[in-house]
């Protein structure tokens, strides 16, 4: 007797799983669920989010004098173009090829500090664009525009 109680249980069990596998399954299927995503995409973002990471114009200066303090590490280049330079040190290499200190370029809103911006993209581009392009961490984090 006890194991028909058993494997009755377990029956059941088996029937209240099916029963609410194919539930689901109509529900998702059914007109109440797409009506949920209906509706058009939108063709265009109407606010742009604000830039949560502070940033500072001095930096911009201290770029401009070829001083780079990125990853708490501050590398000198003595005129040379930063990209460059081998620095043994992995974050700042890694912060310097993802391009985050841009913003600080963009906070100093001078237009030396525009120039200097786009001439460290320019040495970028003609030296490592082929090595680097392809690194998805550094895609992600880098400014598309």
């Known amino acids: 007797m006890a194991l028909v109680a058993g494997s009755t249980t377990r029956l059941w069990t088996l029937v209240a799983r099916e ?11 059914g007109p109440i669920y797409r009506w949920r995503y209906s509706g058009r995409t939108p063709e265009r973002v109407l606010i742009a989010p604000p830039d949560l990471r502070l940033a500072d114009p001095q930096i911009a200066l201290e770029i401009y004098y070829g001083r780079y303090p990125l990853s708490g590490h501050l590398v000198e280049t003595g005129g040379k173009s930063p990209f460059q330079i081998n620095v043994p040190n992995r974050g700042w290499q890694k912060t310097l090829h993802g391009f985050r200190w841009l913003r600080h370029m963009r906070a100093a809103g001078t237009e030396l500090a525009a120039a200097n911006a ?28």
Do not use: C, E, Q
Request: hydrophobic share 35%.
């Open 19 to 29: 029963f609410w596998r194919k539930t689901r399954r109509r529900l998702r299927a």
């Open 118 to 145: 786009r001439a460290l993209v320019s040495d970028w581009i003609a030296m490592h664009a082929t090595r680097y392009r392809a690194s998805p961490g550094n895609r992600a984090r880098r400014p598309s525009g």
